[in-house]
């Protein structure tokens, strides 16, 4: 069955950088593009970005463009969030998601 493992979520400060993992399992990884959510607290559930099953094309929330990058390695059945530059209003629970399918998430909580 699909299982999407987010890591890589932790305590940073502002301005600091931290990278985020998605491990895919049970499907054809290259077959799908992969998107990244957040839902900060007391916020709904919000759009990060998202990248072809090539890797070739990514999009942006315009909240994140230019300081968040998503990447993937098809060998690894991974995807990456690459957040830069962040800010408190960063701090979100992020999900990974392909479809109908979510991982179970992962804090981030950007705070001096």
């Known amino acids: 069955q699909v299982q999407l493992v987010e890591s890589g979520g932790g305590l940073v400060q502002p301005g600091k950088s931290l990278r985020l993992s998605c491990a895919a399992t049970g499907f054809t990884f290259t077959t799908y593009p992969m998107n990244w959510f957040r839902q900060g607290p007391g916020k709904e559930r919000e759009f990060v970005g998202s990248i072809n099953g090539r890797g070739s094309s990514t999009s942006y929330a315009d909240s994140v463009k230019g300081r968040f990058t998503i990447s993937r390695d098809n060998a690894k059945h991974t995807v990456y969030l690459q957040m830069n530059s962040l800010k408190p209003e960063d701090t979100a629970v992020y999900y990974c998601?392909?479809?109908?399918?979510w991982g179970r998430g992962t804090q981030v909580t950007v705070s001096a």
């Open positions: 998601n392909r479809g109908t399918y």
